[in-house]
């Protein structure tokens, strides 16, 4: 019988080492596939412009030069362009906090039947394509005044953002115990008093991971601000993509102003990492 315990112990530890060792495989074949494409931008963003169009393409550089980032960062219209896209989505993360915080306590707090409605009639907007609500957004900004300036742009894409950080913010709402607001308006808090000294506080890691996706959302976003933009608040995408030369596109520093434009956003997330885990753990436990 001890001999038996024994094989069958030794054979669970060896399905567990292989099942790990099979994970750990897959894991690094998801980490290559998905970091590659920034590496290869990367790479060719120190690459010579007889490189970055050589056929077949290499992924190290031959020559290794910061000519592309000097033509890049140095072209008019790109600090401004960094400035735009900053204001445009710091105001779309604004707006969209702003509302998605009131919207999703109401929701996840009252649940009354509207506010079902509500949060699938979100939902459905999110799945409404941003081509199809493009170009009657321009013209509605055209129409109050509001061409070409980052606040018509930040509303734009706030349409894109509020909807999954109302979800967000829901399924955070839904994890923080009644007991808490309870025992703060027993204290003396009113209703608002214990949402701004109690339970925000308990959810701030999950209003930072919707503040994470919602700049992401506008950072990221090209469609609109090429519709919406055309020379006072054009963002960094557009600009991007306006790269070319007498010979076709400037892959080099497009590639250069793109790894540039990148470095906000991952230092944006280094900085709010243990909120954002904070968040994600908060989002994923009902208390």
Known sequence: MRQRRGANRE??????????????????????????????????????????IAVPPTILPREWTLENYTNALGRSGVLASFINSIQTAVISTLLSLVLAVPAAYGITRYKTPSGQVFIMAALVTRMVPPVAIGIPLASMMASVG???????????????????????MCSFFESVPRDLEEAATVDGCSRLGALWRVVIPVVSGGIAVTAIFAFL????????????????????PVVIA???????????????????Y??????????????????????????
Request: charge should be positive; avoid cysteine; charged fraction near 10%.
């Open 217 to 236: 959302a506008s950072w990221n976003e090209f469609l609109f601000a090429l519709l919406m933009t055309a020379i006072r608040s054009q963002t960094t």
């Open 11 to 52: 054979g669970l530890e060896a399905g567990r080492r292989s099942t790990r060792t099979i994970l750990w495989i897959l894991l690094a074949v998801a980490m290559v596939l998905y970091g590659f494409p920034f590496l290869y931008l990367l790479f060719t963003s120190f690459k010579t412009p007889i490189d970055t």
């Open 262 to 287: 990148s470095i906000p956003v991952i230092l944006l997330t280094l900085l709010l990492q243990r909120k954002i885990v904070a968040g994600m753990t908060l989002g994923a436990v009902k208390g």
């Open 146 to 168: 509001l061409s070409d300036t980052p606040i018509a742009l930040s509303i734009a894409h706030t349409t894109i953002s509020l909807p999954l950080s109302i979800w967000l």
């Open 242 to 260: 306006n790269f070319q030369t007498q010979f076709g596109l400037d892959w080099g520093s497009m590639t250069a102003l793109a790894a540039v």
